[in-house]
């Protein structure tokens, strides 16, 4: 059974670092073809993708937030970590771990986290 | 602004059957495969159709997707009120190097 669970602070101020850990169950980063997200969403609008990591450590990011994230992963403990510079009021949102299966040319989310809601305020 | 462009609401009664557009360009849903997620109200979203028209395990046969060029839809055939939620397309960029996702569409069952 795949689980996934975010866990971080609730409350950050602006100019702060956020550091998001996901902890997951059922599968493995280090497994072959195995891949994984952090998603957001900000209160009342659209999801956006942050970030990826694959098995090999291969990384990718937003190209709009690059700048501002980074993305681990700790496969003997079975976590991926976020961290995010400088946050903004504007970074207000619930962030998802998302576990991604890619067969071939075709990859989709097929886990989700149950996500974790951060504001950003003074 | 999302990269991909759905119609920010769509609406059908019991029984109807309702479609979602995506509309994209040639580095996302022209080149890459386009999967749909429902995100019921307060909850986590779901994958509701893979590799433009896939059904996980689980998933009922009256949702379909499709794709065609840069555009890709959802059709729910015989809509229950259970389907009201709200849904989105996703797509890889080869441009942006990353995954996009479209607006959100809310489907409302009168």
């Known amino acids: 059974q795949v689980t996934l669970k975010e866990s971080g602070p609730a409350l950050v101020k602006p100019t702060q670092t956020l550091t998001l850990t996901c902890t997951f169950s059922g599968f493995s980063l280090s497994t072959r073809e195995m891949r994984a997200s952090w998603i957001r969403q900000p209160p009342g609008k659209a999801l956006e993708w942050l970030a990826r990591i694959d098995w090999d450590d291969e990384k990718f990011y937003s190209a709009s937030l690059k700048t501002r994230l980074t993305i681990s992963k700790d496969t003997s403990k079975n976590q991926m970590v976020l961290t995010v510079t400088n946050v903004d009021p504007v970074d207000t949102a619930t962030y998802f771990c998302?576990?991604?299966?890619?067969?071939?040319?075709?990859?989709?989310?097929?886990?989700w986290g149950q996500g974790i809601l951060v504001t950003v305020s003074s | 602004q999302s990269v991909l462009t759905q119609p920010p609401s769509v609406s059908g009664t019991p029984g109807q059957r309702v479609t979602i557009s995506c509309s994209g360009s040639?580095?996302?849903?022209?080149?890459?495969?386009v999967d749909w997620y429902q995100q019921l109200p307060g909850t986590a979203p779901k994958l509701l159709i893979y590799g433009n028209n896939q059904r996980p395990s689980g998933v009922p046969g009256r949702f379909s997707g499709s794709k065609s060029g840069t555009s890709a839809s959802l059709a729910i055939s015989g809509l229950q009120s259970e389907d009201e939620a709200d849904y989105y397309c996703?797509?890889?960029?080869?441009?942006?190097?990353?995954?996009?996702f479209g607006g959100g569409t809310k489907l409302t069952v009168l």
């Open positions: 040639s580095s996302n849903i022209g080149s890459n495969i």
């Open positions: 996703a797509a890889w960029d080869d441009r942006l190097i990353g995954w996009v």
């Open positions: 998302v576990r991604q299966t890619c067969r071939g040319n075709t990859c989709y989310f097929d886990y």
